[in-house]
T-cell receptor, first 112, second 114 residues
Framework: GEDVEQSLFLSVREGDSSVINCTYTDSSSTYLYWYKQEPGAGLQLLTYIFSNMDMKQDQRLTVLLNKKDKHLSLRIADTQTGDSAIYFCAEKENTGGFKTIFGAGTRLFVKA | ETGVTQTPRHLVMGMTNKKSLKCEQHLGHNAMYWYKQSAKKPLELMFVYSLEERVENNSVPSRFSPECPNSSHLFLHLHTLQPEDSALYLC?????????????FGNGTRLTVT
């Protein structure tokens, strides 16, 4: 079945870049997503990328997709303490199905 | 303000209790979902409703019973739960269940089973 894997923790200093990595298994996925969860809240869509793209940039966020290796990354430039949260990688199966498959989430700690 | 509202935010219940979680979405979406979030585990999809019809039941124990009276409201009825059912229960919605539109989540109900 489909599987999405990500490391559980990442710690960076304020002002540095953060890179959160994810691997997925479903090669038919059309869309891949990054969601952010702040304490006490639900998940909020951060950005997404089409599978026919290699890169997407949105202000401080850069998403890189390596389809051959089924590897997705999220880079946050100039990381701020407000970026401390859990970041979830997700894929949507491309078979007209209902499931969005999530990873376990990477908890980002930003040290001042 | 989130377009998906969940109540209550916190719930503590004994194993013999019956309680219900409520979700309401104000986004005009046709699909609604229940997810279970446990620490250090991927989100687990529990149920999917499309136009008030259940289209997915992801091997969830019968002690969890969903109800979708209309496309704006979703309930999760709970009875005779186990301590391992303690988790954050998230409701989500999307325009349709079969397209690639992202999910919109509520803030969740933190459930503790004692």
């Amino acid at each position: 079945g489909e599987d999405v894997e990500q490391s559980l923790f990442l710690s960076v200093r304020e002002g540095d870049s953060s890179v959160i990595n994810c691997t997925y298994t479903d090669s038919s996925s059309t869309y891949l997503y990054w969601y952010k969860q702040e304490p006490g809240a639900g998940l909020q869509l951060l950005t997404y990328i089409f599978s026919n793209m290699d890169m997407k940039q949105d202000q401080r966020l850069t998403v890189l997709l390596n389809k051959k290796d089924k590897h997705l990354s999220l880079r946050i430039a100039d990381t701020q303490t407000g970026d401390s949260a859990i970041y979830f990688c997700a894929e949507k199966e491309n078979t007209g199905g209902f499931k969005t498959i999530f990873g376990a989430g990477t908890r980002l700690f930003v040290k001042a | 303000e989130t377009g998906v509202t969940q109540t209550p935010r916190h719930l503590v219940m004994g194993m013999t209790n019956k309680k219900s979680l409520k979700c309401e979405q104000h986004l005009g979406h046709n699909a609604m979902y229940w997810y279970k979030q446990s620490a250090k585990k991927p989100l687990e999809l529990m149920f999917v409703y499309s136009l008030e019809e259940r289209v997915e039941n992801n091997s969830v124990p019968s002690r969890f019973s969903p109800e979708c009276p209309n496309s704006s409201h979703l309930f999760l009825h709970l009875h005779t739960l186990q301590p391992e059912d303690s988790a954050l229960y998230l409701c989500a919605s999307s325009p349709y269940s079969t397209d690639n539109s992202p999910l919109h989540f509520g803030n969740g109900t933190r459930l503790t089973v004692t």
